[in-house]
């Protein structure tokens, strides 16, 4: 069997859309989904850091996962945490 770099692996597809679909379901915003050979990275919008890690600890637990990146940007804690020192 000849190896073709532009077929993508089923599972990998299966897991797209099962970490899209949780996504979602958590409130992220924006968001983009690649996997490679179990590899996901995920992109996107959360309002917390608590999100953020949830996100990750969700991918882990999927089956066929081999490999987490998580690029997902916070941004309420940042914007609250910097108008909270203005108020000092």
Do not use: C
């Amino acid at each position: 069997m000849v190896y073709n770099p532009y077929e993508s692996n089923p599972r990998d597809v299966e897991l797209e859309h099962e970490v899209s679909q949780h996504l979602h379901n958590l409130g992220v915003e924006r968001y983009h989904v690649s996997v490679h050979d179990g590899h996901v990275t995920v992109s996107g919008y959360a309002d917390d850091f608590g999100t953020k890690r949830e996100v990750t600890d969700m991918i882990r637990g999927l089956g066929g996962v081999r490999e987490v990146t998580n690029h997902i940007r916070v941004t309420s804690d940042y914007y609250q945490g910097f108008d909270n020192r203005q108020n000092i």
